[in-house]
């Protein structure tokens, strides 16, 4: 059959599918390392041959397995036979032949780039590995789609319903006999080979290949004879320890056993349960403990203590049956470790999330927390698929979930309610609506919420409370403020040893930082559940309250590091890590009207702004604070005044509802007697003035700030009121005056290490050395303005860098670097809202279309620079008044006076994401 032929009957129907192993191949490569490169070679070129000449195709192969498809089972069938005669009739060079096992089954499968997937290929490689070399075994579904279709000489031999390793339901195999062929094997390797209780599973394991094998080898390899799987309710622990049970079963001669401990809370009945699940009982006057020891003393037995946790204080008496029965191995589940000797713990984490960004159905369908809700769905409502209108929404789900298998099952339950869109907008009630009415669910995994309230119900009542009060937390927290936070003085915790039991209890992880203080955080889903407590217990304004006052004194501090420039790096390095607890503490102080703390916790947000780019965020805040009237300070409101004003100043506005801002800031200020309070208003209403080219104005305003900073000692302010007058001076047409004030800048904040100011002053001084011609001079101060902006994470100061630094590119005719410098500036302050970079940044790139050429895309660039530049009020320095000048006399002296005004107004009309837009598109992919 034609290649496309076969591909269109495979995808249009059922599938056989054909997997094939070599026996014993770790074994022979061990024993026969020069033989088995020549017999591998020689094994795979008859796979292909066979495959292909009997209509099938290989999609995958994996070291010596193959993995074939075929749209006829009857060919599959000749396949497989073929394959055993033509591997018997070769003359192997290893000092035994090679032989392969052979499975057929068939069903649906998803194909993706070549590839299938789905629970029919996990069934297939399930009867294989029942199999024996040499061996052919199909399913019953393979047998009743060749009916009388075999070949002349070849039967069926019933091998019985037999129980797979997947823990399914029992299936009937049939074994494949054929003339030349042997038909005498051992029994099948399945569950029903050895003694087991493994209860059979409804679904099938998802996802885990990863994990399974390596509990697999921590058993079969490594001997490990106490193997604990931990982690939190609903991470799928049990499922795991029953599928390792289940794949090595073989390696236990006396059998595998499940003993569930739901039900069990006192420590000295757990030998009576086990003695239950083995169906053994004590011989009159035995104890079960030493009826136990006894019946597993010479029996190699693997025990699955599954739910062990709320036991977990017998821990010793699993030692002392380790110590007794040496031939015994224990797989346990638990929220907490055993903490005793040789056990060797593995944490059973959530599922791996897909990225947040990931849309396209054939990607996010191999994530294993997506597959798990899609097979799930489709277990309730056969029709559903991933598409690309629902995979964006499922990602979301899943991400929401945390990964987390049980509350992925129980939201894919409600697909026959609701489509994935529905579903996840309701998911933010969570507890309430992700539950399952099926009878075969344990009480605990009913619901989510039951699932996290039995570990919570299992802390002692200090772990209670430490869990009630961390809630306060949103996004993680260090040590030092859950100890502050969760343990005043007047009810004091063991915070450290709290936090431990805990993780331990898997309530809890432990995140490393690049500063090596750990973060403590946990899932959302028992987040959720640690506020529902908090809540219940009618405390939750006592400790938002401390969690508010350990912010805002956060902020307080980076405050005063911004100012003085000690640790200033570190205290916004924390301020960034701790985002989210600032907007929860902020959120709650406003909702309780406490205004002079909601002002505290606002000081960091400029900060924030400078790193991450919160200004709208900022501006909301702070007008939120000033709007509550009532329970404000004098000097709070100052203080609100003065920042609210100063982050509309940084987004271009210079209004005069700002510098009424700036105004009564200063009024109050100064009946405060407030200096600090007054030099920071005078510096911002001096640069409002500066902007609106009322310099005359600003200046008294920055001298007098000039003289209070030089007071106070303070070289962050000292630095910044010369370099704004510099700035003043430089607008009237004063350059030498204005180099000395940066220069005086410069040295003051270089040797009082107040690096912000610093890196500024450089690039003050670069564009005196541009505008002197001197272009090595203004690279190499560009450059270390770049670098201490970069060390200092500062991305606005990063912003501008490139930006000066591709003025540099431009005045030297690199117009191909310019570009990119120009763009990569653009990008940054388009995702900061920095109003007034955006517009010097389009002037800039408005200059390279010109200089390339583009006239027409470089007016309407320049019209989009010049609206903006007239919204944000900026004054222009004389580098940027030439590049106005001179792209417009370029453009006109191409286009003519008519097509420049109409390209001009078109620019002055785009939005600003619609000039960035198309600033940042090349010339070859916009039309005109």
């Not at 490990?224 to 799928?236: D, E, F, H, K, S």
């Not at 964006?392 to 049980?406: K, Y």
């Not at 009424?660 to 405060?672: D, G, M, P, Q, V």
């Amino acid at each position: 059959m034609d290649e496309s032929l076969r591909t269109e009957a495979i995808s249009a129907g059922t599938a056989t599918f054909l997997f094939t192993d070599i026996e014993r191949s770790t074994e022979m490569w061990e024993r026969y390392r020069a033989f088995m490169p020549r017999a591998l070679e020689r094994h795979d070129a008859v796979m292909r041959d066979v495959i292909a000449a009997c209509g099938g195709r290989v999609f995958k192969e994996v070291g010596d397995a193959f993995h074939a498809v075929f749209a006829d089972p009857a060919q599959a069938i000749m396949a497989a036979i073929a394959t055993q005669r033509s591997l018997r009739a070769e003359a192997w060079e290893t000092p035994e032949p090679i032989r392969v096992r052979i499975a057929l089954h068939a069903g649906d499968a998803q194909e993706r780039d070549g590839d299938f997937f789905g629970p029919t290929l996990n069934r297939t490689a399930r009867i294989l590995a029942a199999g024996h070399g040499g061996q052919i075994l199909l399913s019953q579904a393979v047998e009743r789609l060749v009916e009388d279709r075999f070949p002349e000489g070849a039967a069926l031999r019933d091998m019985g319903e037999r129980r797979l390793k997947d823990l399914d339901r029992p299936v009937r195999i049939f074994q494949l006999v054929a003339d030349g062929l042997d038909d005498d094997f051992p029994p099948l390797r399945t569950l029903d080979v050895r003694p087991h209780n493994l209860p059979a599973q409804a679904t099938p394991l998802v996802g885990r290949e990863r994990e399974l094998k390596a509990v697999r080898d921590l058993v079969l390899r490594d001997r490990a004879r106490l193997v604990t799987l931990t982690g939190p309710g609903g991470t799928g622990k049990t499922r795991l320890a029953l599928q390792v049970a289940a794949e090595v079963i073989d390696a236990f001669r006396d059998g595998v056993f499940f003993v569930n401990l739901t039900t069990v809370r006192e420590p000295e009945r757990l030998a009576s349960v086990i003695l239950q699940a083995l169906d053994v009982m004590p011989d009159s006057g035995e104890t079960p403990d030493t009826a136990l020891r006894q019946w597993l003393a010479d029996r190699q037995v693997l025990l699955i203590l599954d739910n062990f946790e709320q036991i977990v204080d017998s821990a010793p008496r699993i030692g002392a049956l380790l110590r007794d029965a040496p031939r015994l191995t224990l797989l346990v589940t638990s929220q907490a470790a055993l903490r005793i000797g040789g056990e060797h713990a593995y944490p059973l984490g959530p599922l791996d999330l897909p990225r947040s960004s990931d849309a396209d159905p054939d990607l996010v369908s191999a994530n294993e927390a997506v597959a798990l809700f899609v097979e799930r769905a489709q277990a309730i409502r056969p029709d559903f698929h991933l598409d690309s209108e629902n995979a964006a929404d499922v990602v979301a789900i899943v991400r929401q979930l945390d990964g987390l298998p049980l509350a992925i099952e129980l939201a894919a339950t409600r697909i026959q309610l609701f489509t994935p869109k529905a579903l996840l907008q309701r998911l933010e009630q969570r507890f309430d609506f992700l539950s399952t009415r099926a009878r075969d669910v344990p009480d605990r995994h009913r619901t989510l919420r039951n699932a996290i309230a039995w570990s919570y119900d299992l802390l002692n009542e200090d772990e209670k409370a430490l869990f009630r009060r961390q809630a306060t937390f949103d996004g993680g927290y260090t040590l030092d403020s859950a100890e502050y936070v969760c343990s005043p003085p007047d009810d004091p915790l063991d915070v450290m040893e709290g936090l431990s039991s805990l993780i331990d209890k898997s309530l809890l992880r432990q995140r490393p930082t690049s500063s090596g203080e750990p973060r403590f955080e946990r899932l959302r889903t028992v987040l959720a559940f640690a506020v529902e407590c908090l809540e219940a217990s009618g405390e939750a304004d006592r400790w938002r309250r401390r969690h508010a006052e350990h912010f805002a004194s956060l902020s307080d501090q980076a405050d005063e590091a911004n100012s003085t420039q000690r640790d200033a790096k570190a205290r916004l390095d924390r301020l960034v890590l701790e985002v989210d607890n600032l907007r929860a503490a902020l959120k709650w102080a406003v909702s309780r009207g406490e205004a002079d703390l909601a002002v505290r916790l606002c000081v960091s947000l400029p900060l924030l702004w400078f790193r991450t780019g919160t200004l709208e965020e900022g501006q909301v805040w702070l007008e939120r604070v000033l709007a509550m009237g009532t329970g404000l300070s004098d000097r709070a409101r100052a203080r609100a005044l003065n920042l609210l004003g100063r982050i509309r100043q940084i987004g271009g506005d210079n209004s005069p509802e700002v510098a009424a801002a700036f105004e009564e800031s200063l009024t109050i200020y100064r009946r405060l007697d407030d200096r600090k309070g007054v030099a920071r208003a005078l510096m911002n209403l001096g640069n409002l003035k500066r902007r609106v080219r009322e310099l005359d104005a600003a200046e008294p305003m920055f001298l007098e700030a000039l003289e209070i900073y030089q007071g106070l000692g303070e070289a962050f302010g000292h630095g910044g009121a010369l370099l704004n007058l510099g700035d003043l001076h430089s607008a009237r047409g004063d350059r030498e005056k204005a180099r000395s004030y940066f220069e005086e800048a410069r040295e003051i904040t270089r040797r009082g290490a107040a690096r912000t100011t610093y890196a500024f002053s450089l690039q003050y001084l670069g564009t005196m050395a541009i505008i002197d011609g001197e272009l090595d001079r203004a690279q190499e101060l560009y450059e270390e303005s770049r670098r201490e902006f970069e060390d200092l994470g500062a991305r606005p100061g990063m912003a501008w860098s490139r930006y000066y630094l591709a003025i540099v590119a431009r005045e030297r005719g690199n117009w191909a670097q310019a570009r990119e410098l120009f763009c990569e500036a653009l990008t940054a302050v388009n995702e900061l809202g920095h109003l007034p970079a955006a517009a010097l940044t389009l002037l800039g790139l408005a200059g390279v279309e010109a200089a390339e050429g583009h006239y027409r895309r470089a007016a309407v660039l320049l019209g989009a620079a010049r609206e903006i530049h007239r919204r944000a009020t900026l004054s222009t320095s004389p580098v940027e008044e030439r590049s106005f000048e001179e792209i417009e006399v370029a453009t006109r002296r191409s286009l003519g006076d008519d097509e420049v005004c109409r390209a001009l107004d078109e620019g002055r009309a785009l939005s600003m994401s619609e000039a960035v837009s198309l600033a940042l598109t090349p010339e070859d992919a916009v039309a005109g």
